[in-house]
């Protein structure tokens, strides 16, 4: 079992910033990956960014250039900074990790969310 909290979300203005923080707690010894994914009032979820075991992360191309995803692995924590803040960019953020073994995920852990608002 893993367990995931996620924090630092809030009401930003356009072009402000904001760093996430997703802390992990559990048995997180076979976990390969952790993604920051959204869901804005009527949309379908996206991924935002994901981080990986080999330090490799992926961004989806409307964040690419204003996230970064990071871990501090003393802290069993995952960040996104966040800058240059859009409208479009308000969603709730939420945390997954998951376990892969080649291209099949065999389970993931999803944590409540954090509500992240740009004024415009």
Known sequence: ???LVESGGGLVQAG????LSCAASGNTFNINSVG?????????REMVATIHNSGSTNYADS??????????????TVYLQMNSLK???????YCNAWRS???QRLYDY????TQVTVSS
Not at 87 to 93: F, K, L, N
């Open 1 to 3: 079992q893993v367990q």
């Open 16 to 19: 402000g910033s904001r760093r």
């Open 36 to 44: 920051w994914y959204r869901q804005a009032p009527g949309k379908q």
């Open 63 to 76: 964040v690419k250039g204003r996230f970064t995803i990071s871990r501090e692995n003393a802290k069993n």
């Open 87 to 93: 409208p479009e960019d308000t969603a709730v953020y």
């Open 101 to 103: 073994v080649g291209i």
């Open 110 to 113: 999803w944590g409540q969310g």
